[in-house]
């Protein structure tokens, strides 16, 4: 089945940037939309933003990645990345890949990646 790694996490300042990629492997995603949530303890798991994967390049970002994120896509890498800038404390959280069909077919989670924003 469909397997998503993502990598780049990290400690990071505030104000900092970072980016953060998701390898989609082992499977072809029709009618998908790639993107990523965001996890803080004891809470659920908090839109952050996607991306259409097959059919076009339609982009949707939460109210909080708005103006200071990035979400796009290189389907020869079969990869998705979240550009970060201006990073503040109430960003960290464990960022998760995540697939969500647009027609009901199956998602799939990534196992998370830690960015902690602190000084």
């Known amino acids: 089945q469909v397997q998503l790694v993502e990598s780049g996490g990290g400690l990071v300042q505030p104000g900092g940037s970072l980016r953060l990629s998701c390898v989609i492997s082992g499977g072809t995603l029709s009618a998908y939309d790639v993107g990523w949530y965001r996890q803080t303890p004891g809470s659920g798991r908090e839109f952050v933003a996607h991306?259409?994967?097959?059919?076009?390049?339609?982009?949707y970002y939460s109210d909080s990645a708005k103006g200071r994120f990035t979400i796009s896509k290189d389907n020869a890498k079969n990869t998705v990345y979240l550009h970060m800038k201006s990073l503040k404390p109430e960003d960290t959280a464990i960022y998760y890949c995540?697939?969500?069909?647009?027609?009901?077919?199956?998602?799939?989670w990534g196992q998370g990646t830690k960015v902690p924003v602190s000084s």
């Open positions: 991306i259409n994967w097959s059919g076009g390049s339609t982009t």
């Open positions: 995540h697939a969500d069909s647009t027609l009901g077919s199956p998602s799939y």
